[in-house]
């Protein structure tokens, strides 16, 4: 049996290990094959070399993570563990997940986004071998932001020249003509989440320029209509709310060389009554055309805050 022993240094092992010990159990579970034993400022590890290794190379990570931000919270144990956390204590029991993922793309201060569940990385997989793709789930699965970094990869890595993103300007008891200002100042509330998930991805700096100069464009979708999207990476969100001929009007301005991905939930749909989702259409319909995916995401993989997964559930919304 090998033996590693590592001294902490410049980290407060509070900090390190949470509050009554409960990062150390976290990170003890992701590691069932090694022994893991602290003391004081000193952490034994004992087991197999390859193990520990790779053990070795996660701790150094938390390690320089904390040095940068002097914290650490659940998130980034999902994000440098590269896994899901599990609500329960009981390992064995635990299903399986994305594991250690490869990074999506690199975000300011050092975030790291990846894929942190299995239908996540079917995401990251699908979009390789398909040109359209639908990401389905309810809240709080990463769908969106999963799809947004698809996007920004794409773009930093100059496979497209420029990113496209589009939602319906529908929500549940609201109206654009009742809300104050412009028709840009109507629209923003209905498009944060998407600047959101931007804003943790692209710096500031390089994000306002992006959006100056139209090399990120967000927009809602009736402005879609009539035009040709090519050389791009187009994202849907919240597709549920688009009407059948919204839909298919989207769905026919791809150009030749674009991407899209299309996001939505099936269970919170805001239309009117009397108008059907051209979500729902699309699925049954487009299903067997070859270069489109469907992708379904499910109570494993809500990476929100783990009561969001009993709320969906007290909904019905998953089981």
């Given at each position: 049996m090998n033996e590693?022993?590592?001294?902490?240094?410049?980290?407060?092992p509070v900090v390190l290990w949470g509050s009554n010990n409960e990062y150390f159990e976290i990170i003890k579970r992701n590691f069932p094959k090694i022994k893991i034993v602290a003391r004081g400022n000193a952490v034994k590890i004992l087991g197999d070399e390859a193990e520990i290794?790779?053990?070795?190379?996660?701790?150094?990570?938390?390690?320089?993570?904390?040095?940068?931000f002097q914290s650490l919270n659940n998130n980034d144990l999902e994000q440098i563990l590269g896994t899901t956390i599990p609500e329960s204590t009981d390992l064995e029991n635990?299903?399986?997940?994305?594991?250690?993922?490869?990074?999506?793309?690199?975000?300011?201060?050092?975030?790291?986004?990846?894929?942190?569940t299995?239908?996540?990385?079917?995401?990251?997989?699908s979009i390789i071998k398909n040109d359209i793709i639908f990401a389905i789930g309810p809240a709080g699965t990463g769908k969106t932001y999963t799809a947004v970094a698809?996007?920004?990869?794409?773009?930093?890595?100059?496979?497209?020249?420029?990113?496209?993103?589009?939602?319906?300007?529908?929500?549940?008891?609201?109206n654009l003509g009742f809300l104050p200002g412009d028709?840009?100042?109507?629209?923003?509330?209905?498009?944060?989440?998407?600047?959101?998930?931007?804003?943790?991805?692209?710096?500031?700096?390089?994000?306002?320029?992006?959006?100056e100069n139209r090399t990120i464009e967000i927009a809602p979708l009736a402005f879609m209509r009539g035009r040709t999207l090519d050389n791009c990476f187009v994202i849907l969100d919240e597709a549920q709310n688009a009407t059948d001929l919204?839909?298919?009007?989207?769905?026919?301005?791809?150009?030749?060389?674009?991407?899209?991905?299309?996001?939505?939930?099936?269970?919170?749909?805001?239309?009117?009554?009397k108008q059907q989702s051209g979500l729902n259409t699309a699925l049954k319909?487009?299903?067997?055309?070859?270069?489109?995916?469907?992708?379904y995401l499910n109570g494993d993989d809500v990476v929100r805050h783990k009561l969001v997964k009993n709320i969906l559930k007290a909904y019905g919304d998953i089981q």
């Amino acid at each position: 049996m090998n033996e590693l022993i590592i001294t902490i240094e410049n980290v407060n092992p509070v900090v390190l290990w949470g509050s009554n010990n409960e990062y150390f159990e976290i990170i003890k579970r992701n590691f069932p094959k090694i022994k893991i034993v602290a003391r004081g400022n000193a952490v034994k590890i004992l087991g197999d070399e390859a193990e520990i290794n790779i053990f070795k190379v996660k701790f150094d990570e938390l390690i320089k993570h904390i040095e940068k931000f002097q914290s650490l919270n659940n998130n980034d144990l999902e994000q440098i563990l590269g896994t899901t956390i599990p609500e329960s204590t009981d390992l064995e029991n635990q299903p399986s997940n994305a594991g250690g993922a490869e990074p999506i793309v690199f975000g300011p201060n050092g975030l790291v986004i990846k894929a942190r569940t299995a239908n996540q990385r079917k995401m990251v997989d699908s979009i390789i071998k398909n040109d359209i793709i639908f990401a389905i789930g309810p809240a709080g699965t990463g769908k969106t932001y999963t799809a947004v970094a698809l996007a920004v990869r794409a773009l930093k890595n100059k496979e497209i020249k420029r990113i496209i993103l589009t939602r319906p300007a529908v929500e549940a008891g609201e109206n654009l003509g009742f809300l104050p200002g412009d028709l840009k100042e109507k629209i923003d509330p209905y498009l944060r989440p998407l600047y959101d998930a931007l804003d943790d991805m692209i710096p500031a700096d390089k994000l306002k320029l992006f959006l100056e100069n139209r090399t990120i464009e967000i927009a809602p979708l009736a402005f879609m209509r009539g035009r040709t999207l090519d050389n791009c990476f187009v994202i849907l969100d919240e597709a549920q709310n688009a009407t059948d001929l919204q839909l298919k009007m989207f769905l026919t301005r791809m150009g030749p060389t674009a991407k899209f991905i299309v996001t939505g939930d099936v269970t919170q749909i805001d239309l009117p009554k009397k108008q059907q989702s051209g979500l729902n259409t699309a699925l049954k319909i487009l299903g067997e055309i070859k270069g489109i995916d469907i992708i379904y995401l499910n109570g494993d993989d809500v990476v929100r805050h783990k009561l969001v997964k009993n709320i969906l559930k007290a909904y019905g919304d998953i089981q």
